[in-house]
């Protein structure tokens, strides 16, 4: 299982960037696929997930309205749209999945997935 985050950069407050996930060795359909964040000293954010086998989504209440996250079955690939990004959202950004646990087991458990690789870091400054 691999998975590899993509889509990073700088950007101004107010600003858009999407995140890509490309996985490997299992299908997005399948498995929940989360977002986690870590942001300089503090403690991993569980951001938001989407469930396998169905297109629910999950959403941290910090990110709620601003940030929608999608899947593409046939690049295998999921994909997070961040707006109006904020200072705040300045992070590391980790997408991961696990084989038991699911987006239901909550933001905790989102972070705590056991597979996730390198992630993409994104600046939000003017």
């Known amino acids: 299982v691999q998975l590899q985050a993509s889509g990073g950069g700088l950007v101004q407050p107010g600003g858009s960037l999407t995140l890509s996930c490309a996985a490997s060795g299992f299908l997005v359909d399948f498995y929940s696929v989360a977002w986690f964040r870590q942001a300089p000293g503090k403690e991993r954010e569980g951001v938001s997930c989407?469930?396998?086998?169905?297109?629910?989504?999950y959403y941290s209440t910090s990110v709620t309205g601003r940030f929608t996250m999608s899947r593409d079955k046939a690049k295998n690939t999921v994909t997070l749209h961040m707006n109006n990004l904020k200072p705040d959202d300045t992070a590391v950004y980790h997408c991961?999945?696990?084989?038991?646990?699911?987006?239901?087991?909550?933001?905790?458990?989102?972070?705590?997935?056991?597979?996730w690789g390198q992630g993409t870091l994104v600046t939000v400054s003017s």
């Open positions: 991961a999945t696990d084989r038991g646990k699911t987006c239901s087991y909550g933001e905790t458990a989102w972070t705590e997935f056991s597979f």
């Open positions: 989407i469930s396998g086998m169905d297109d629910s989504t």
